[in-house]
């Protein structure tokens, strides 16, 4: 099973609106990364934030990081066509190397 | 920096012959990463050397895969006798030593096998 899971298969906004990715994971974890993979493309780490952080910010993006809940959201504010891509979270854990990815999260960001 | 570095972007295989992948880390970084993607199982990991010694190679299937990094500057990953249930995109990533939290991805290779 999934140690990284994304909530929403797929979610669509139009431009300008807000959106919010939300993720839970399974296991104690050092950091939980969001990555952003546009088509035809490799996944591009958007934000990191640690387990003592609660919250980090980029641009329009916004992380938190619940780990009572084990869950993490991603929010991001005044979409833009652009933002058109698969969103995942991925979790790494303490002492190790492997990053695990959750299934994904499709946004459709129309004009 | 021209990032991670894939060749090729597409490869079509017939059943039961060998494909090989290649794959440019980005300079300086000593950790390689292989990944396969597919709708179905997402993105696994394969393998992951690190200063061009293989670490960790518990994702690659036993029979026909294998993984090389005979230096720095590349590492290859190769498919032997593809089937059709190898056909996914693979991926590779690079980061800074001890360092997995920021992986920088390729473009990846979509094998197709036919």
């Known amino acids: ?31 939980l990364q969001w990555y952003r993979q546009k088509s035809g493309k490799g996944p591009a780490q958007l934000i990191l934030i640690r387990s003592n952080e609660r919250h980090n910010r980029n641009g329009r993006l916004r ?28 979790t790494g854990r303490t002492g190790g190397y492997k990053v695990v990815f959750g299934s994904g999260t499709r946004l459709l960001v129309s004009p | 920096n021209a990032g991670v570095i894939q060749t090729p972007r597409h490869k079509v295989t017939g059943k ?12 300086g970084h000593s950790a390689v990463f292989w990944y396969r993607q597919t709708i179905v199982q997402g993105l696994e990991f394969l393998t992951y050397f690190r200063n061009q010694a293989p670490i960790d190679d518990s994702g690659m299937p036993k029979e026909r895969f294998s993984a090389q990094m005979p230096n720095q500057s590349h590492s290859t990953l190769k498919i032997q006798s593809t089937q059709p249930q190898d056909s996914a995109v693979y991926l590779c990533a690079s980061s800074l030593a001890g360092s997995s939290y920021e992986q920088y991805f390729g473009p990846g290779t979509r094998l197709t096998v036919l």
Not at chain 1, 2 to 13: F, G, K, P, R
Not at chain 2, 16 to 27: D, K, M, V, Y
């Open chain 1, 1 to 31: 099973s999934q140690l990284a899971e994304e909530n929403s298969w797929a979610l669509s906004v139009h431009e300008g609106e807000s959106v919010t990715v939300n993720c839970s994971y399974k296991t104690s974890i050092t950091a």
């Open chain 1, 63 to 90: 992380a938190t990081l619940d780990t009572s809940s084990q869950s993490s959201s991603l929010s991001i504010t005044a979409t833009r066509c652009e933002d058109t891509a698969v969103y995942f979270c991925a």
């Open chain 2, 16 to 27: 039961g012959q060998e494909a090989t992948l290649w794959c440019e880390p980005i300079s």
